[in-house]
T-cell receptor
Framework: GALVYQYPRRTICKSGTSMRMECQAV??????VAWYRQSPQKTFELIAL?????????EQNFTQEKFPISHPNLSFSSMTVLNAYLEDRGLYLC???????????????FGAGTRLSVL | QQKVQQSPESLSVPEGGMASLNCTSS?????YFWWYRQHSGEGPKALM?????GDKKEGRFTAHLNKASLHVSLHIRDSQPSDSALYFC????????????FGSGTKVIVLP
């Protein structure tokens, strides 16, 4: 089956410091990886979508300078939260899907997330 | 305004009963829909997808899509305590390079 692992599961960082989180796809090729942040109220914010052989597309309010993402191969992606502050708290979810570029409705498989707390 | 709206916010159903969840999109570019379930402490797991008008049944779960009204629903038959979770509707535009937009969720509580 298609599995997505995220680590660490939980992390605490001091205000102003940075934190890197990782995402591993097992059992399928992660052609596309989407990073989301889920708020304490459980709403989802899309941070960025990374597709192999395409530029990473960031959503409004999220930038590469703040949330640099790496997607070097079809099984791994990482994202760093630079200069984390209280408003960056939340559950960071990695969703990955297979499929070839073009019209595709492949299901997005999620990991359990990395919960970021900022002191 | 949220592009994907869900109702109700919360729903209690007796064990063995039927739970009905609703989702409406305000964006006609959304053509593909999923239902996800998230248990406490876990990531969201895809329950089912629906892309065509009508019903789609998978076990105790039935999804219904009406593209004209941009309305999709999920019905859980014979609800079990393990069905207690957050349920999210997610929508997507055509094209591989488009991500999912999630609704705000419905909390389902199955009462034993």
């Amino acid at each position: 089956g298609a599995l997505v692992y995220q680590y660490p599961r939980r992390t605490i960082c001091k205000s102003g410091t940075s934190m890197r989180m990782e995402c591993q796809a097992v059992g399928f090729q992660a052609t596309s990886v989407a990073w989301y942040r889920q708020s304490p109220q459980k709403t989802f914010e899309l941070i960025a979508l990374s597709t192999v052989n395409s530029a990473i597309k960031y959503e409004q309010n999220f930038t590469q300078e703040k949330f640099p993402i790496s997607h070097p191969n079809l099984s791994f992606s990482s994202m760093t939260v630079l200069n984390a502050y209280l408003e960056d708290r939340g559950l960071y979810l990695c969703g990955a899907r297979e499929g070839v570029p073009g019209p595709s409705q492949n299901t997005l498989y999620f990991g359990a997330g990395t919960r970021l707390s900022v002191l | 305004q949220q592009k994907v709206q869900q109702s109700p916010e919360s729903l209690s159903v007796p064990e063995g009963g039927m739970a009905s969840l609703n989702c409406t999109s305000s964006d006609r570019n959304f053509q593909y829909f999923w239902w996800y379930r998230q248990h406490s402490g876990e990531g969201p797991k895809a329950l089912m997808s629906i892309f065509s008008d009508g019903d789609k049944k998978e076990g105790r779960f039935t999804a219904h899509l009406n593209k004209a009204s941009l309305h999709v629903s999920l019905h859980i038959r014979d609800s079990q305590p393990s069905d207690s979770a957050l349920y999210f509707c997610a929508a997507k535009q055509t094209g591989f390079a488009s991500a999912l937009t999630f609704g705000s969720g419905t909390k389902v509580i199955v009462l034993p």
